[in-house]
């Protein structure tokens, strides 16, 4: 078709990006390629990071006596990852790796380092930083841990309010409220079904005070010896479920947790998040 048949984009039409400042920061120099070589270059590199991610959780399987092939497999494989994140070059998989490295830190007992990974993590995508006090529950010095995050957060968090200011959120609040942004499969939308309404203000605050108590929950178990892997696992399953915004490829956010987290409820859960997306 034509393309000059379509209407031209105005500026005041752009959308920040929704993404973690680390990210940003970290891919801006693709925009001085052509649209071709940084399509490639993001697919390439969430491929690297597809099989980082694997080998982070071989690793860390054998460490916690849970079955390395069978881990490798659970993410390796799983279709969402590879038909979506991978294809998609989706930059949920740097998150997943960030994750990842944080909880393989913990069990070497490099805690200020895994406390560090985390909040780099979620300056890639903020949602996994769900995962942060979970693993300084888990770690042998929770103070080394808590300053590892903090030192990262400074480290990432300056240069951010120097370059962005106080917009670095901007987008983010518009995908968690505004309804172009609901996908029709998510929790919110089938809680709205269920009750014969739409995705309003009522509908939103309602699955995510769910989430936060299911949350909550989750890190009192972690607290009180629970396995903080699995913990962190659950906490991030009833996220997914409360976004209104949800899209497939998110599912890797729970895949290392779930693969390593000693729990077959957690295991069972995701295959049926990852069968249902």
Known sequence: RDLHSFPTRRSSDLQPTPYGPLFTLLSAPLG???????????KAAAGIASVAIVL????????????????????GLNPLLLFYAVSGAHNDLFAALGLACAVALVLRHRDASAGAAVVAAAAIKLTVGLALPFLVIGARSR??????AAGAIVAIGVPT???????????????????????????????????????????????????????LCALA???????????AGWALLALLASIASLAPWY???????????????????????????
């Open 161 to 215: 309010l120097i370059l962005f200011g106080g917009h670095v959120f901007d987008q983010l609040h518009r995908i968690s409220t505004d309804p172009l942004f609901d996908t029709t499969f998510s929790g919110p939308d089938r809680l709205a079904h269920a009750i014969g309404s739409s995705i309003d203000s009522g509908v939103r605050v309602v699955t995510v005070l769910v989430a936060g108590a299911l949350a």
């Open 251 to 277: 599912v890797v956010w729970l895949l290392p947790l779930a693969a390593v987290g000693r729990s077959r409820r957690l295991t069972a859960a995701t295959l049926l998040l990852s069968a249902y997306l």
């Open 56 to 75: 982070l959780v071989v690793d860390v399987a054998r460490t916690r006596g849970v079955d390395p092939v069978r881990a490798a497999i659970f993410v």
């Open 221 to 231: 178990w972690a607290w009180r010896g629970g396995d903080v892997v699995a913990a």
């Open 143 to 148: 103070r080394r841990a808590a300053l590892g």
């Open 32 to 42: 001085l390629t052509s649209a071709t070589a940084a399509l490639w270059l993001y």
